[in-house]
């Protein structure tokens, strides 16, 4: 059946920012017994508070048009409708699509697109894809590695575990795991993924931790982590994607082995690092002289002042609490979780 004439209306063309004509030129018909039209699409048309793209039913015999009536989903925000279309080879649908619904991911902001399916009589039939998709769950296991030889002082350990304390409160209700050993010239794990798994309470797993004193075996110590707590025996995950936070004074000390030892190793495993300085960096204006800079820790991220501000350690604990300390860091960790 043909279908009842169109109310007219005398848009000019120019005025509609058409993106696409459908069916192309020569017109044909969208549905059989119809007279010739065409589908326009103004993708940039603001039609309501963030709803931008309209499409518009056009006689292609005198160019009048009116607005199609669309069901577009309360989730398609600015989705630039009509930006792309697409007609059924025997014009019984059209696909009417816009690429520009923004979605926020952590510290990241998306672009989704979105469709509509439309029939021989520009009703609509559904959407495609039925539901936006949610944003992306990527699994992260995060292992600290902390400093605990004795050149490290008592407030200076008493902050780091204050720090990795409150690092965890802030991911506690997310799928990331954590883990922490501490080294000097000995090497103990304090708890595994496996057991922050089953005793998910910072406090109780971090208080315990006494500081070891001795020699500074840093390259030793990430290739431990590295080879032993990114393991599946301790609860590691194979689809997870691994951080190691080495938080150390930089120096490290009679190690038998070379930082060109391990981090071959860590990348290998594709193990993010991130070393995190106790001590300030050069030309901090608030450090003393008897506070030294520390000397560059190799292949880990990049030592300050390179480093991003969200891995340097006196931009962290300096006149914070420990309930704020982190909060540089957890942006910097969920940018990593979308961006790498």
Same mark, same amino acid.
């Not at 780091?160 to 965890?168: I, S, W």
């Not at 004074?249 to 495993?269: F, H, M, N, R, T």
């Given at each position: 059946?043909?279908?009842?004439?169109? *109310?007219?209306?005398?848009?000019?063309?120019? #005025?509609?920012?058409?993106?696409?004509?459908?069916?192309?030129?020569?017109?044909?018909?969208?549905?059989?017994?119809?007279?010739?039209?065409?589908?326009? !699409? &103004?993708?940039? =048309?603001?039609?309501?508070?963030?709803?931008?793209?309209?499409?518009?039913?056009?006689?292609?015999?005198?160019?009048?048009?009116?607005?199609?009536?669309?069901?577009?989903?309360?989730?398609?925000?600015?989705?630039?409708?009509?930006?792309?279309? =697409?007609?059924?080879?025997? /014009?019984?649908?059209?696909?009417?699509?816009?690429?520009?619904?923004?979605? !926020?991911?952590? =510290?990241?902001?998306?672009?989704?697109? $979105?469709?509509?399916?439309?029939? $021989?009589?520009?009703?609509?039939?559904?959407?495609?894809?039925?539901?936006?998709?949610?944003?992306?769950?990527?699994? @992260?296991? @995060?292992?600290?590695?902390?400093?605990?030889?004795?050149?490290?002082? +008592?407030?200076?350990?008493?902050?780091?575990?204050?720090?990795?304390? !409150?690092?965890?409160?802030?991911?506690?209700?997310?799928?990331? /795991?954590?883990?922490?050993?501490?080294?000097?010239? /000995?090497?103990?794990?304090?708890?595994?993924?496996?057991?922050?798994?089953?005793?998910?309470?910072?406090? $109780?797993?971090?208080?315990?931790?006494?500081?070891?004193?001795?020699?500074?075996?840093? !390259?030793?110590?990430?290739?431990?982590?590295?080879? =032993?707590?990114?393991?599946?025996?301790?609860?590691?995950?194979?689809? *997870?994607?691994? @951080?190691?936070?080495?938080?150390?004074?930089?120096?490290?000390?009679?190690?038998?082995?070379?930082?060109?030892?391990?981090?071959?190793?860590?990348?290998?495993?594709?193990? @993010?690092?991130?070393?995190?300085?106790?001590?300030?960096?050069?030309?901090?204006?608030?450090?003393?002289?008897? +506070?030294?800079?520390?000397?560059?820790?190799?292949?880990?991220?990049?030592?300050?002042?390179?480093?991003?501000?969200?891995?340097?350690?006196?931009?962290?604990?300096?006149?914070?609490?420990?309930?704020?300390?982190? &909060?540089?860091?957890?942006?910097? #960790?969920?940018?990593?979780?979308?961006?790498?």
């Amino acid at each position: 059946m043909p279908r009842a004439p169109l *109310a007219k209306s005398h848009f000019p063309m120019t #005025l509609l920012h058409p993106k696409h004509l459908v069916p192309p030129t020569p017109p044909e018909t969208i549905c059989h017994g119809c007279a010739p039209r065409l589908v326009v !699409a &103004a993708p940039l =048309e603001v039609v309501a508070v963030n709803k931008t793209g309209q499409l518009y039913d056009c006689e292609a015999a005198n160019g009048l048009c009116q607005p199609i009536s669309l069901n577009t989903p309360p989730e398609a925000v600015n989705m630039s409708l009509g930006l792309s279309l =697409e007609a059924s080879t025997n /014009l019984s649908s059209l696909l009417a699509c816009g690429p520009t619904i923004p979605k !926020a991911c952590g =510290e990241n902001m998306y672009a989704k697109g $979105s469709c509509l399916l439309l029939d $021989s009589r520009l009703q609509t039939l559904g959407t495609v894809p039925t539901a936006l998709p949610e944003c992306p769950k990527q699994e @992260i296991d @995060i292992a600290f590695l902390i400093d605990g030889s004795g050149s490290i002082d +008592q407030n200076d350990f008493k902050q780091m575990k204050n720090f990795v304390r !409150a690092v965890m409160d802030q991911f506690m209700d997310t799928s990331i /795991l954590f883990s922490l050993m501490q080294y000097s010239n /000995l090497l103990k794990t304090h708890f595994t993924f496996s057991q922050f798994q089953t005793h998910r309470s910072p406090q $109780s797993l971090v208080d315990p931790i006494v500081q070891l004193k001795g020699l500074t075996y840093t !390259a030793t110590g990430i290739q431990t982590v590295v080879k =032993e707590l990114f393991h599946s025996k301790n609860g590691a995950r194979s689809s *997870a994607k691994k @951080i190691l936070i080495v938080i150390t004074d930089g120096q490290k000390y009679k190690d038998p082995l070379e930082y060109e030892d391990v981090i071959p190793q860590a990348e290998k495993a594709n193990v @993010i690092r991130y070393a995190i300085g106790v001590r300030p960096v050069p030309g901090d204006p608030t450090a003393t002289q008897t +506070q030294p800079a520390p000397p560059r820790v190799e292949g880990l991220a990049a030592p300050p002042p390179q480093l991003p501000v969200c891995c340097r350690w006196e931009m962290l604990s300096r006149n914070t609490v420990p309930s704020r300390s982190s &909060a540089s860091l957890a942006p910097c #960790l969920r940018r990593t979780t979308y961006s790498r």
